[in-house]
Protein backbone atom coordinates (compact mmCIF):
# COMPACT_ATOMS: atom_id res chain seq x y z
CA UNK A 1 0.00 0.00 0.00
CA UNK A 2 1.24 3.55 -0.85
CA UNK A 3 0.53 6.18 1.15
CA UNK A 4 0.54 9.61 0.12
CA UNK A 5 0.97 12.98 2.13
CA UNK A 6 -0.71 16.20 1.24
CA UNK A 7 2.03 18.98 2.36
CA UNK A 8 -0.89 21.50 1.33
CA UNK A 9 -3.74 20.00 3.87
CA UNK A 10 -4.78 21.37 7.41
CA UNK A 11 -5.08 17.73 7.88
CA UNK A 12 -2.22 16.79 9.87
CA UNK A 13 0.37 14.23 8.62
CA UNK A 14 -0.23 11.63 11.46
CA UNK A 15 -3.91 12.21 10.60
CA UNK A 16 -3.54 11.42 6.56
CA UNK A 17 -1.64 8.52 7.45
CA UNK A 18 -3.33 6.89 10.10
CA UNK A 19 -6.95 8.07 7.51
CA UNK A 20 -5.19 5.94 5.00
CA UNK A 21 -4.32 2.96 6.75
CA UNK A 22 -7.78 2.58 7.95
CA UNK A 23 -8.91 3.63 4.35
CA UNK A 24 -6.16 0.22 3.14
CA UNK A 25 -8.19 -2.19 6.11
CA UNK A 26 -11.55 -1.55 4.98
CA UNK A 27 -11.09 -1.43 1.31
CA UNK A 28 -8.95 -5.25 2.07
CA UNK A 29 -5.96 -3.59 0.50
CA UNK A 30 -4.12 -4.39 3.63
CA UNK A 31 -5.35 -7.56 5.45
CA UNK A 32 -5.67 -9.70 8.53
CA UNK A 33 -1.95 -9.92 10.07
CA UNK A 34 -0.68 -7.81 7.47
CA UNK A 35 2.96 -6.53 8.42
CA UNK A 36 3.12 -2.36 8.87
CA UNK A 37 6.22 -0.57 7.28
CA UNK A 38 8.22 0.19 10.23
CA UNK A 39 8.34 3.21 11.79
CA UNK A 40 11.59 4.25 10.53
CA UNK A 41 11.12 2.58 7.02
CA UNK A 42 8.04 4.56 7.10
CA UNK A 43 9.26 8.01 7.88
CA UNK A 44 12.72 8.07 5.27
CA UNK A 45 10.60 6.25 2.98
CA UNK A 46 7.72 9.42 2.98
CA UNK A 47 10.61 12.27 4.53
CA UNK A 48 8.93 12.98 7.68
CA UNK A 49 9.61 12.67 11.37
CA UNK A 50 10.04 9.62 12.89
CA UNK A 51 7.89 11.07 15.71
CA UNK A 52 4.66 11.93 13.41
CA UNK A 53 4.60 7.98 11.67
CA UNK A 54 5.07 6.81 15.34
CA UNK A 55 2.12 8.85 16.70
CA UNK A 56 -0.19 7.43 13.59
CA UNK A 57 0.80 4.07 14.71
CA UNK A 58 -0.22 4.49 18.63
CA UNK A 59 -3.75 6.32 17.47
CA UNK A 60 -4.03 3.09 14.80
CA UNK A 61 -3.29 0.75 18.37
CA UNK A 62 -5.31 2.86 20.47
CA UNK A 63 -8.63 2.94 17.99
CA UNK A 64 -8.05 -1.15 17.89
CA UNK A 65 -6.90 -1.12 13.98
CA UNK A 66 -3.49 -2.39 14.38
CA UNK A 67 -1.72 -4.13 17.73
CA UNK A 68 2.41 -3.17 18.08
CA UNK A 69 5.12 -5.33 19.73
CA UNK A 70 9.18 -4.62 19.93
CA UNK A 71 9.59 -8.52 18.25
CA UNK A 72 6.59 -7.97 15.48
CA UNK A 73 6.53 -4.11 14.88
CA UNK A 74 3.38 -3.20 13.66
CA UNK A 75 0.42 -5.43 12.27
CA UNK A 76 -3.28 -5.08 10.88
CA UNK A 77 -5.30 -6.36 13.85
CA UNK A 78 -6.71 -9.72 12.91
CA UNK A 79 -10.05 -9.30 14.53
CA UNK A 80 -11.15 -5.46 14.51
CA UNK A 81 -13.77 -4.98 17.31
CA UNK A 82 -16.82 -3.85 15.34
CA UNK A 83 -18.50 -1.49 17.57
CA UNK A 84 -21.22 -0.50 15.11
CA UNK A 85 -21.53 3.17 15.74
CA UNK A 86 -19.84 6.35 14.21
CA UNK A 87 -17.51 8.43 16.60
CA UNK A 88 -18.72 12.15 17.30
CA UNK A 89 -15.90 13.21 15.50
CA UNK A 90 -16.59 10.97 12.30
CA UNK A 91 -20.31 12.62 12.77
CA UNK A 92 -19.05 16.28 12.88
CA UNK A 93 -16.77 15.16 9.91
CA UNK A 94 -19.41 13.58 7.88
CA UNK A 95 -21.68 16.31 8.55
CA UNK A 96 -19.53 18.98 6.80
CA UNK A 97 -18.68 16.89 3.87
CA UNK A 98 -23.18 16.35 3.43
CA UNK A 99 -23.15 20.34 3.89
CA UNK A 100 -20.72 21.46 1.46
CA UNK A 101 -21.97 19.06 -0.96
CA UNK A 102 -25.15 20.79 -0.34
CA UNK A 103 -24.12 24.04 -1.10
CA UNK A 104 -21.94 22.67 -3.78
CA UNK A 105 -25.19 21.43 -5.18
CA UNK A 106 -24.77 18.07 -5.27
CA UNK A 107 -28.07 16.07 -5.16
CA UNK A 108 -28.66 13.71 -2.06
CA UNK A 109 -28.90 10.70 -4.64
CA UNK A 110 -25.50 11.59 -5.98
CA UNK A 111 -23.73 11.75 -2.43
CA UNK A 112 -25.83 8.78 -1.31
CA UNK A 113 -24.00 6.51 -4.64
CA UNK A 114 -20.86 8.06 -3.90
CA UNK A 115 -21.28 6.37 -0.35
CA UNK A 116 -23.00 3.30 -1.94
CA UNK A 117 -19.45 3.19 -3.85
CA UNK A 118 -17.04 4.14 -0.83
CA UNK A 119 -19.43 1.34 1.10
CA UNK A 120 -19.02 -1.12 -1.34
CA UNK A 121 -22.41 -1.81 -2.11
CA UNK A 122 -23.44 -2.21 -6.08
CA UNK A 123 -26.06 0.13 -5.97
Do not use: F, H
Request: aromatic letters at 4%.
Amino acid sequence: MVIRIDELSDIPIYLQIRNQIVMGISSGELGAGEQLPTVRALALEMGINTMTVSKAYQLLKTEGYIMTDRKNGARVRLEIKMQANIPEGNKTELRRIVSEARISGVSKQELLRLVNEYYGDEK
